[in-house]
């Protein structure tokens, strides 16, 4: 199973980040929510606090593009192996500079990855 950092989390249900939230965990993945609000997701609170989690293997974007640069450090600093860029997300900057330091990169919705069998 595949550690995961869910960046963008929300308690809201009509947020994507939340059903990816509650199907990677129905899916045996472990769950990191990290957002900007407090708040529960999957059973687990929202981190605000940027925390140093260690053995991420994805983590998986719901933060748009714009608001990304605040972010880039902390995505890049917990070295993932993946960084999936869900719909919306897309970002030919973090990608270039996760690459250069041998992140893979995907843009790919965790949903359709999940529900197919491809996570």
Known sequence: MKKTLVLGASDNPDRYSFRA?????????EVVPVGIRKGEVAGLPIRTDRPQEKDIDTVTLYVGPQNQPAWYDY?????????????????????????????????????????????
């Open 75 to 119: 995505i890049l600093d917990l070295q993932p192996k993946r960084i999936l860029f869900n719909p919306g997300t897309e970002n030919p900057e973090l990608e270039r500079l996760a690459q250069q330091r041998g992140i893979q990169t995907e843009e790919a919705c965790t949903l359709v990855l999940l529900s197919i069998g491809q996570y």
């Open 21 to 29: 939230a509650h199907m990677l965990k129905r899916h045996g993945h």
